[in-house]
């Protein structure tokens, strides 16, 4: 784990951050997603880093997983939520750190960035992802989510 480097993704990684989407999509819901939107959807990120950006975690010079920080204005809290999606670990590099340094990465940058939290959502029956979560000392959520699909 201590040869692994968390590093700002580039435009050079969209290709690859397009694969792991994919991937991800399909490991967790069996959902097959547009290619061309996908691509066109995480170069929207770096066309306008008001949107968020992403975070790769390298080793030995080869991308082994990344995520997306989004934010999410808090009028409550007055301050902003990031919120962790598009998480991915190639699967030769999983269960060996590679989340648990990205997340530290991304509450690094929201703690100096002053955000009022980290947030993420996760499949009801990713009980693996649910218990890192909790080892990484996040808490459930007493909140539901729903969604209106307009396109």
Known sequence: MS???????????????????LAMAWETESRRLDPAVLARGVGAVFDAPHRGFYL????????????????????????????????????????GGVFRLLHAEVARRAREAGAVGVRLYVETENLRAQATYEGLGMDRCHYFMYEQMLR
């Open 56 to 95: 790769v975690a390298e080793r030995d010079g080869a991308a082994i997983g990344g995520l997306l920080v989004t934010y999410e204005w808090s009028d409550w809290r007055d301050g902003d939520f990031w919120w962790i999606q598009s998480v991915y670990v190639a699967p030769g590099a999983r269960r």
């Open 3 to 21: 040869d692994t480097i968390i590093r700002p993704a580039t435009r050079a990684d969209v290709p690859t951050l397009v694969e792991w989407n």
